[in-house]
């Protein structure tokens, strides 16, 4: 007897035979990426698994709209269907996130933090240029004013969370354009505690006096007190910017309320949209009125076209984050996180301030003699997809690292269960106990080589596919 395949499954198989017709390695490709998915155990604190209706809402002749400009104020004709897009996505980002101006035309986090950046300069720089144009439109000045302006623009100040304390390189370093825009300063955390340390922050913000206090992290494994952080940001007369890039899904489900929602305390918020929040590839921003004009600016000023089609999945995602199964699953990907940290500390391992307050964790792996780069390979030989990270006052630097980070948004998407990430803990730990750091080709300790005891790799990877089984991905979606 054969049944009908479902709605979901015919249209993922009927694209992936359109596209098979033109092109039969995409077409694999895509195929095989699914199975990948599918079949690892992932664990990247910053990916997640969009439903199936934000993904098919990507593919579609919105995709081929150029609609340079804002919400009825565009550059090209025929935008009436991109406005309802963009107003149904930046709506339902308003409502969901209590956000008085919603920009939804980013195009991923780094996006959206340079619109925001800009944002502040042109709104917050008093420049003598700005003044004798007498309007806040670049356009509107002279050759002399625009070199002056770019001079005044110059030189600004941003007060930032250090990377090794899990901060984002947008957030003013070196190899990201932040980093030659501003001249950055770092806040870090207590080496006590692993905890942010509010007295340094307002300490340093008091001497550095930046234009920009920006919080927001991609490895803090502890709440944020934003209302505590814009009085820092008061005090000195800077703008309170929050990257929440990482845990918008747990605003949005509404883990993070009061003091720790950065949406009522910080003048502006950006965000990716396909971190814990679920949804596709993409930035937003949220702002109250007074930076709305400047965010709105965003294309043509830092922006190209907006991308029509990722905007329409943002709204079917932002739709889907306003219902209330997305409010239990934030508060499981929480309850996951606590867990698998406590499962991993319960078996010996060491996390960095000791456990989670959000959805993830930071492993000190150098208790199991390895550095991250040794844990990260011997985990992927076993299935298990991490990434290495360093850890606050790494010895191991930047790119060998002493931390692995570990999230619980896409495993938490599968269904797994607080009882399921227990059994991750320990499929974690049995791979990391096995794996001894190696020797380089000339004999001296190498900070890349490892050895991973034999038969390990295999015994977790059907461990693991059993939990997998139990908690099918995508189950609506059979590809026959
Ligand atoms: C992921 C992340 C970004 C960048 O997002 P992209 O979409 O990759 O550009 C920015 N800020 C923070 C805090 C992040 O975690």
Known sequence: MTTQPSTESTAFRSAIEVVRGVEPRIAEAIGAEVEDQRSSLKLIASENYASPATLLAM????????????????????????????????????????????????HSGIDANLVAFWAVLAARVESPALERAGARQVNDLSEDDWAALRRDLGNQRMLGMSLDAGGHLTHGF????????????SYGTDPATGLLDYAAVRAAAREFRPLILIAGYSA?????????????????????????????????????????????HAQIVTTTTHKS????????????????????????????????????????????????????????????????AEGLSRRGGTLVTGG??????????SGYGLTG???????????????????????????????????????TTRGVDTDG????????????????????????????????????????????????????????????
Not at 249 to 263: C, E, I, N, Q, W
Not at 390 to 405: C, E, F, K, L
């Open 277 to 340: 929040l679920r949804g596709p590839r993409g930035g937003m921003v949220l702002c109250d009125d007074s930076l709305a004009d400047q965010v709105d600016r965003g294309c043509p000023m830092v922006l190209g076209g907006p991308l029509p089609h990722v905007m329409a999945a943002k709204a079917v995602a932002l739709a889907e984050a306003r219902q209330p199964a997305f409010r239990d699953y934030a508060r499981q990907v929480v309850e996951n996180a606590h867990a698998l």
């Open 59 to 106: 593919g579609n002749w919105f995709s081929d709209k150029y609609a340079e400009g804002t919400i009825g104020r565009r550059f090209y004709a025929g935008c009436k269907n991109v406005d309802t897009v963009e107003s149904v996505a930046a709506e339902h980002a308003r409502e969901l996130f209590g956000a008085r101006h919603a920009y939804v035309q980013p």
């Open 174 to 185: 070196r190899p990201n354009i932040s980093g030659k825009m501003f001249e950055q300063r």
């Open 421 to 480: 990430m227990d059994e991750v803990a320990d499929l974690i730990h049995t791979v990391l106990s096995a794996t001894t750091p190696g020797t380089a080709k000339n004999g001296k300790p190498s900070k890349a080589a490892y050895t991973l005891a034999d038969g390990v790799a295999e015994q977790v990877r059907a461990r693991s596919a059993d939990l997998l089984a139990k908690h099918p991905l995508y189950p609506s979606v059979d590809l026959g």
């Open 356 to 365: 989670t307050d959000n959805h993830l964790a930071l492993i000190d792996v």
């Open 373 to 411: 780069r040794q844990a990260e390979a011997a985990l992927l030989d076993a299935g298990i997809v991490t990434n290495r990270n360093a850890i606050p006052r790494d010895p191991n630097g930047a790119w060998y690292t002493s931390g692995i980070r570990v999230g619980t948004p896409a495993l």
């Open 220 to 264: 803090y494994p502890r709440l944020v007190n934003f209302a505590t952080m814009r009085e820092i940001a008061d005090e000195v007369g800077a703008t309170l910017m929050v990257d929440m890039a990482h845990f918008a899904g747990l605003v949005a489900g509404k883990v993070l309320t009061g003091d720790f929602d950065p949406v009522p």
